[in-house]
């Protein structure tokens, strides 16, 4: 009979062999085809062998990963390297499918209110998606579900939850730190460098007017993200995560920092409709004032630095043509709805729609462009979700629950305005608690 040990040496060696061969067998590979050929499968097999065996460590790896995801592809795409859309997609969209399966296996699922009427919502737009629009735009409008479901078959511990707001606190103060760089030192040069070489969010050889505004010379902070709006609610989310979890005044500071050098006015009413209902629910109203005194000093010191008087007299003036272009669309969007209560289908009204045809209609304003989509029944669905997904956070009292509940409050507001939903990165901040908030609530039940 053989020992143990002999036992171990045999699978030690074999498994050193085995190494060894596969290496080799690269190797030779590289020397017939290109190396990313090579090495995509067995990075791929490697993630989801680590999905399956680490799902949400996994997890924390790629929601710290999301805001970098955009800059670090627009980097790989400057210095040349191939395919990086597809490798865009194996960060994002396919591991979050996977870790979807996997954690539904493993914890499984029990459908809540705002679930059905999400569930109602999305039959409603597929069903006017097949007689009249096209796959990719539908596919972008709904992306978000597949972050809120991950919440949804998510189960943390007390120390992993408190760990997860740690580091999205710390990351989005890190972030706002580093895009403030860009801001007062570095300029808009190399940004704009890398736009133009990637033909990306550039026209004309410049930066698209969403990194200006009116009576604004500066540059919008906008970090790794996208663009100002994104990084702007990006920093709602954290500053909400950080009144929750966190008393640490220094990080809290730095996102506020980032936030108003963003200048996104959806995303500072999102935040001063949210901050101050936490406040109150949490019984914090000294913190508040005192939050609240810092913040406006903050934000006057902020005024000269950025030189944001004449955009401000041109918003308090109702002289900016980019808010009244944005009450304008609002009104239009509603009366649109009004007009076409069974929408017109997400290949004549949709953000997507203006790559294929110049004509297409879009309303930059979540709720009147989605019934101008899908039409007035599905967009009360969508906000029926909203309303019960409220309704179940408001009676939740954990921190989690509070955290979820400004979220959802702050994000309410901000899709008045703007198309937050079609970020598909953003996305990921915002829903991914509040699905993991509502999974606590029907675990209490």
Request: charged share 10%; hydrophobic share 55%; glycine share 8%.
């Amino acid at each position: 009979m053989s020992s143990p040990a002999l036992g171990s040496r045999f699978a030690l060696r074999l498994g050193a062999s085995s190494l060894a061969f596969t290496l080799l067998l690269v190797a030779v590979l590289c020397l017939f085809v290109s190396p990313l050929v090579v090495a995509a499968p067995l990075v791929l097999a490697a993630l989801v062998g680590m999905l399956f065996r680490f799902p949400v460590a996994l997890l924390g790896i790629l929601l710290a990963f999301i805001p970098l995801d955009y800059m670090a592809i627009e980097l790989g795409k400057f210095a040349g390297l191939p395919h990086m859309t597809l490798v865009s997609a194996c960060t994002k969209e396919i591991p979050f499918l996977l870790l979807l399966f996997i954690l539904w296996r493993r914890h499984g699922y029990q459908a809540a209110a705002p679930d059905w009427f999400l569930l109602a919502f999305f039959s409603l737009a597929l069903v006017r998606t097949v007689f009249d629009g096209f796959l990719a735009g539908f596919v972008t409008d709904f992306s978000f579900l597949i972050s809120y479901f991950v919440g949804r078959v998510t189960v943390l511990t007390q120390k992993q939850e408190r760990r997860w707001a740690g580091c999205a606190v710390w990351l989005a103060a890190s972030l706002s730190v580093v895009g403030m760089i860009e801001v007062f030192i570095l300029g808009e040069g190399p940004r704009t460098l890398l736009y133009v070489a990637t033909d990306s969010q550039s026209d004309a050889g410049q930066l698209t007017a969403s990194f200006h505004g009116i009576g604004f010379t500066g540059l919008r902070e906008a970090a790794t993200m996208v663009g100002p709006n994104s990084f702007g609610i990006l920093c709602m989310i954290a500053l909400i995560v950080w009144w929750v979890y966190s008393r640490n005044p220094v990080p809290g500071a730095m996102i506020a920092a980032g936030l108003i050098c963003s200048v996104t006015r959806s995303a500072w009413i999102g935040t001063a409709a949210a901050i101050p209902l936490l406040a109150f629910l949490m019984n914090q109203k000294r913190r508040f004032l005192l939050s609240v005194t810092l913040a406006l000093a903050l934000f006057a010191a902020s005024i000269p630095l950025l030189g944001l008087s004449d955009y401000l007299l041109f918003n308090t003036t109702g002289q900016d043509p980019s808010a009244q272009g944005h009450r304008d669309e609002i009104w239009s969007g509603v009366e649109y709805a009004a007009n076409h209560p069974f929408g017109s289908g997400n290949e004549k009204v949709s953000a997507l729609s203006l790559h294929e045809d110049l004509n297409a209609i879009v309303f930059e304003t979540t709720y009147p462009n989605f019934a101008a989509e899908y039409g007035v029944a599905a967009v009360f669905c969508f906000v029926g979700s909203l309303a019960t997904a409220l309704y179940l956070l408001w009676r939740m009292h954990s921190q989690l629950g509070r955290a979820a509940l400004g979220i959802l409050a702050g994000l309410s507001v901000v899709m008045i305005f703007t198309l937050p939903l079609l970020d598909r990165r953003l996305a990921c901040w915002a829903w991914f608690p509040i699905g993991l908030a509502v999974r606590q609530t029907r675990a209490a039940v």
